[in-house]
């Protein structure tokens, strides 16, 4: 479902990613593990048609985005991929439940139960600055899973998590696989990888 | 699913409240400036205009001192002379004679300096006879209370309210012509002040002709010594006056004043030559720094989070969504500060009240909004709105998601 061979990406100076290549096919995930600053999520961003490589080949759903123009990019994205923030992205004027159901569309008894689920049953009327990091994580988690798209990049989503909420927002993403998805996220921490079918790690 | 770019940007408008004041206060400003000050201009402009056209285009020729004993009536070559000024619209040859009031005994006695009282015995009143031949014209009568006197029935209208006496509603004992007769006010005219100060009270015609007589009353009224000039335009109303002032000269009439309404034609030359092109430029200026300082402001406004954009791409949303958003929250904005302007407008307005000094009075100008100008000022605040939101959507597109994001 994707695949990404021999990505050259820098900024300025500052080389990134260096001949990077991975692949995930549907219904299968995928962990990125480095240490920060490594390029973890500049692969992801690459993944998630966010940004562009220098060089190389990412195919996605069977197609190579290099040779799409930018509104079918737009639309392939639109479409296909979901993504979570390293530092999840919420806009201030938005309770968190808004954060969701007004960015997604979803309905609101529906992000109001998944809300719930990631123990934010109690927070759903509350706007970000007063939620902690590991809530707006959440949050950006949730908007991801309510996307309904069937590509999920989630970059470090158990960062600021305990254990068990953890594990908790992992089988959510992980959700989406048993219907054909595939699930790439990043983790700085080794053992983070355990939830993912396969290992890339990232010097 | 389908999102919700509109509700979105009024939420935005409605919950960032500290930036949204901003943003509203300053069109408000604007707006109200780009409003309120070329109406002003146009209210004072027009105001006096209309006074000026109803009131100012006149010219009064009169006879110094009591007209019963103008022996040097204005002669038929001479009126041709008025007649044939350029500028002239017409003239109005008016016959004029005093009418003799006498009050009432004990009614009229004021305290002197020297808390001695003088008992006033007569008033004297210019008067004329309401149309016909030498009559006062028809056409200027226009009334402000009352009816015009029934034929015969020994009425008169006021045609000034500076008398020095309230002669309304009674019965009055009076003098024309030599002749005693009884007289009542049947009305009162809405007078033009340089013709009513010089011509006070105008009679029945059927009524004073029966009580003088033909021969009399065509001594007493059919001698012209009172003319009326009404100029095309009141910018004409100055050089009439001084040629008519010379044909007086010529023709020997010392006897005779030439009046017009000189401050009036002054403060509206004065009007016309400065103050009004200054409040239009005034307006003008408002606009185009309302214009920059809305799209600067506008556009700080929604750059200061960029990221907000990138965000929503990231998730799915078009770019389209993204401009509806940034378009509907700017609109938003701009409907509350539309009203609050119209508000703002009216009140200043209001307290914008010009008085002007006219002949023998003031008047009063209190401007009127013009809704044109808010009008226009919306549409234009529209394609301020439209563009900000353009360009905000186009330097995404430019600068690429992952940059717009990290200004996070």
Not at chain 2, 29 to 48: A, F, H, K, Q, Y
Not at chain 2, 300 to 311: I, K, L, Q, T, Y
Request: glycine share 10%.
């Amino acid at each position: 479902m994707i695949k990404l061979e021999g990505a050259y990406k820098s900024y300025g100076s500052v080389k990134v990613l260096d001949g990077m290549s991975l692949q995930v096919d549907q219904g299968r995930s995928l962990c990125v593990v480095g240490r920060s600053g490594c390029g973890k999520s500049t692969v992801l961003k690459v993944l998630a048609l966010i940004t562009k490589p220098d060089s190389g080949t990412l195919y996605m759903v069977g197609k190579d985005v290099a040779k799409l123009a930018d509104s079918e990019t737009d639309e392939l994205r639109r479409e296909k991929v979901a993504y979570t923030f390293q530092e999840p992205l919420l806009m201030p004027y938005l309770t968190a439940l808004e954060n969701v159901t007004a960015i997604t569309g979803a309905p609101k008894e529906r992000a109001a139960e998944l809300l719930s689920n990631l123990g934010l049953g109690d927070r759903l009327g509350h706007r970000p600055a007063k939620l902690s990091g590991g809530e707006k994580k959440r949050v950006d988690v949730a908007r991801a899973i309510l996307k309904g798209s069937p590509i999920l990049i989630a970059d470090e989503p158990l960062s600021n998590l305990d254990p068990e909420t953890g594990t908790k927002v992992m089988e959510l993403l992980k959700a989406r696989l048993e219907m054909g998805g595939v699930l790439v996220y990043s983790a700085v921490e080794p053992s983070e990888a355990r939830f993912a079918d396969s290992t890339v790690t990232m010097e | 699913m389908k999102v919700s770019a509109t509700g979105l940007g009024r939420r935005k408008a409605f919950r960032e409240y500290g930036w949204s004041a901003i943003i509203v206060v300053i069109i408000v400003v604007g707006l109200s400036g780009w409003v309120v000050i070329p109406s002003i201009g146009m209210s004072l402009e027009s105001g006096l205009n209309n006074y000026a056209n109803a009131a100012a285009t006149y010219i009064v020729v009169s006879y110094n001192g009591n007209p019963s004993f103008s022996n040097q009536t204005l002669s038929n070559s001479t009126l041709a002379q008025f007649r044939s000024i350029a500028g002239v619209e017409s003239i109005y040859p008016v016959g004029t004679s005093e009418t003799e009031w006498f009050p009432p005994s004990g009614d009229t006695i004021f305290p002197t300096e020297n808390n001695m009282t003088v008992t006033i015995a007569e008033v004297g009143y210019t008067s004329a006879v309401i149309g016909g031949d030498n009559g006062f014209p028809l056409q200027l009568l226009v009334l402000s209370s009352g009816t015009l006197p029934v034929p015969g029935s020994g009425s008169f209208i006021l045609n000034s309210n500076d008398l020095g006496y309230n002669l309304s509603n009674q019965t009055l004992k009076m003098q024309v012509g030599g002749v005693n007769v009884t007289g009542k006010s049947s009305g009162s005219s809405q007078y033009i002040p340089l013709i009513g100060n010089n011509l006070q009270i105008l009679w029945d015609r059927t009524f004073i002709l029966n009580q003088l007589g033909s021969k009399s009353f065509s001594q007493t009224f059919g001698r012209i010594n009172f003319v009326i000039i009404k100029a095309e335009d009141v910018s004409q109303v100055s050089a009439i006056a001084t040629t008519v002032t010379s044909d007086l000269a010529k023709g020997g009439y010392k006897a005779y004043t030439v009046d017009y309404d000189s401050l009036t034609v002054q403060s509206l030359q004065s009007l016309e030559a400065g103050t009004a092109p200054e409040y239009t430029l005034l307006g003008v200026v408002s606009l185009g720094a309302m214009i920059f300082a809305v799209g600067a402001v506008s556009y700080v406004s929604v750059n200061r989070r960029g990221w907000e954009a990138g965000m929503l791409v990231s998730q799915g949303w078009r770019f389209r969504d993204v401009l509806t958003y940034y378009f509907t929250y700017l609109v938003v904005l701009l409907l509350l500060s539309s009203v609050l302007a119209g508000v703002v407008s009216l009140v200043v307005a209001h307290y914008s009240v010009s008085t002007f000094a006219v002949y023998a009075n003031s008047i009063v100008v209190a401007p009127t909004v013009n809704l044109g100008y808010l009008a226009g000022g919306i549409v234009i605040m529209l394609l301020v709105c439209s563009l900000v939101s353009w360009a905000m959507v186009r330097k995404i597109r430019r600068s690429g998601l992952d940059k717009t994001l990290r200004e996070y």
